[in-house]
């Protein structure tokens, strides 16, 4: 993996995670307002998902069939990074505090490297171990999840789903592209994705309530379509396009972490725009966040297919192996000698 191409991603990964983290802070009045989680997740993926439709069609150039060859992909995104993933945190919550509902979902990072550990049956990094114990652990400090008492199991059920959910979104998101821009992606995986939010909420299995009143952002009175609308566009239509391009350069395990940052942004604009108190502690957290995906991302590594496979460093400049004359003897009727791949031995 490039530095250049690392570097661009990890910008657009933060960008993705800013742009997540903004919805929490907007949909709280609507949740204060009376709307269900569902009904709002809901509209809000219709409108991420209409609004990248135009884009998704430019960068398709009329190549349709992309469509088709990544149909797989297109329904996992919808059915399990869009939808369940979403359906199952909501579960969650209704059953244990928000605190340790994220936190549990914010596990995927880790799930991705255990993944990867029993896999390939190689041990991770110690870079990666390291980055993996201190990022988790400025996630409780940002989190502060608190509970009285027993968890309700299957709270902590649900959680632990949204985790996995969470962790197959970005082995989703960084598969090869099979010629879909990332727009696309999203866009389809939006669209699809309301439509069966929409029916999850019509048979009844969740709450769908949506009053249409007008709530109170940032101390104006608005109509309930304005924090949605924002929510639509940016922490959806843009979170979604641009996580998905991320995870493309960066691959699933350090789009995973870089991911983490969502939690500090969600965060940081509840203090910003609603006044919500930001303690030391969560600072010290967001900071520690930071330090792990650096631990992370210095390890280099490559992507390939749905594993993160561990890149060997060779003290070479060559970006292709070097081609050397094997021992095979000539082939009959030929005047060249077969050629095989070698390991630089540098210089």
């Known amino acids: 993996m490039k530095r250049s191409t690392t570097t661009l991603g990890m910008l657009i990964a933060v960008v993705a995670a800013a742009s997540f983290g903004l919805s929490g802070a907007l949909i709280k009045p609507l949740l204060e307002a009376g709307w269900s989680p569902a009904a709002a997740v809901t509209l809000r993926v219709f409108i991420g998902g209409f609004v990248l439709a135009p884009f998704a069609i430019i960068a398709l150039k009329g190549r349709w069939i992309a469509l088709w060859y990544a149909r797989s992909r297109i329904l996992l995104m919808a059915i399990v990074g869009v939808s369940a993933t979403q359906l199952v945190y909501f579960a969650a919550v209704e059953r244990i505090p928000v605190g340790i509902a994220i936190l549990l979902e914010y596990m995927a990072p880790l799930l991705l490297v255990a993944f990867a550990w029993a896999t390939t049956r190689r041990m991770p990094k110690a870079v990666v171990l390291i980055g993996s114990v201190i990022a988790l652990g400025g996630l409780v400090l940002v989190v502060s999840p608190e509970g009285s008492g027993a968890l309700d199991p299957l709270g902590i059920i649900f959680g632990a789903s949204a985790a996995v959910g969470a962790a197959v979104y970005y082995v989703i ?88 940052l969502e939690v500090v942004s969600a965060a940081l604009y509840a203090w910003l725009l609603i006044g919500e108190n930001l303690s030391l502690p969560q600072f010290i957290g967001g900071a520690l966040i930071l330090v792990g995906i650096g631990f992370v991302r210095s390890e280099r590594s490559e992507e390939i297919g749905d594993f993160t496979i561990e890149a060997e460093a060779f003290p070479s400049d060559h970006d292709e192996p070097i081609l050397a004359p094997a021992s095979a003897p000539l082939e009959p009727g030929t005047d060249t000698v077969p050629l095989r791949p070698v390991q630089s031995s540098g210089g």
Do not use: H, K, N, Q
Not at 212 to 236: E, F, N, Q, R
């Open 173 to 260: 998101a960084a598969r090869s592209s099979e010629g879909l821009p990332a727009v696309a992606l999203a866009a389809a995986g939006l669209l699809i994705g309301g439509v069966l939010l929409g029916l999850v909420g019509v048979v009844g299995i969740v709450p769908f309530d949506m009053p249409m009143v007008d709530v109170t952002v940032l101390g104006y009175v608005v109509p309930w379509w304005v924090p949605l609308l924002i929510v639509g566009i940016v922490s959806t239509g843009i979170a979604y396009s641009t996580s998905i391009m991320a995870s493309e350069m960066l691959g699933s395990r350090l789009a995973s972490f870089v991911g983490l």
